[in-house]
Each structure stands twice: as C-alpha cells, then as structure tokens.
C-alpha cells in the first residue's frame, strides 16, 4: 500500500473567488475543500517582504500547502544579456518569497534554445545556474 497524501488546488487564484486576491482565494479553496495552492507570479513576484508573512500565516491557518511558479518571462539562455540578468532576478526574488511564504516548491520554465544547439543550452544553463545556486548561499 502506498501511504501518500494527495495535495489538490487551483493554478493561480481560485477563478470563482468573490476576491479576486490571494487572500480572498485562499478563502475560496478552503470553502471547497482543497488543501493546495500554486501561487503563480506570471508577470512579475507580486508578493513583497512586508505581504509574506500575512499569505503564509492565512493559508496555515487554512490548511493550504503553497506551491509557486516563477514569471513566464524568463530565459537564461537569451542572446541578450539584460534578459538573462533579469531572469535570473526573477528565480531569485521567486525563491526568497517563496521561502518566507513556506512554499512547498517552485517551479520554473528557465529557458528556450534561442538559436543554440542542445549541446550550447546545456552549458549556457550551467554556468547561469551556477550563478543562481551560488547567489542563493
């Protein structure tokens, strides 16, 4: 027998949530029994340092376990630099709030081939993320 609990909830805030917001989400899940929610940072990590704890606390006190999903806009193998330094930016600022929010993972899209062959990718990736994990310490 396998002994897993199984974790289900809206992508984003909950669509038929009276408030639209986080918080007002989380209200929404709760009423229909789920116990998760991706918190999804589409554009830009619209949780702050000062709103963190207010989200984390509430969906604790709600049962919700927290998942978050990096901005779409992110590739870490762009020809042009700017963008890879915001990406970059982007993974960082999701996985600091998301800490503080006791997220459960984070998931991102971290890059396209932009032109490079697989074997390119593969070593542009590295070394980028390299700089990450080494930002992360």
């Known amino acids: 027998m396998i002994d897993m609990k199984i974790f289900l909830g809206p992508a984003g805030n909950c669509a038929t949530a009276e408030d639209r917001t986080t918080l007002g989400s989380f209200k929404r899940v709760n009423e229909l029994g789920l116990n998760c929610q ?7 990590v619209y949780i702050t340092e000062k709103t963190a704890p207010e989200i984390r606390d509430r969906a604790r006190e709600l049962g919700i376990n927290l998942t978050t999903h990096a901005p ?18 982007m993974i960082l600022e999701t996985l600091k709030i998301s800490e503080m929010i006791k997220s459960e993972c984070v998931a991102t899209h971290i890059a396209y081939y932009s032109g490079l062959t697989p074997e390119q990718t593969i070593e ?5 993320l390299k700089d990450i994990f080494d930002k992360m310490k």
Not at 38 to 44: G, P, S
Not at 72 to 89: G, H, P, T
């Open 72 to 89: 779409y806009a992110i590739n870490l193998c762009s020809n042009a630099k700017s963008i890879v330094e915001n990406s970059k930016r």
């Open 38 to 44: 991706e918190i999804e940072f589409v554009r830009k």
């Open 124 to 128: 542009k990736l590295k070394s980028n």
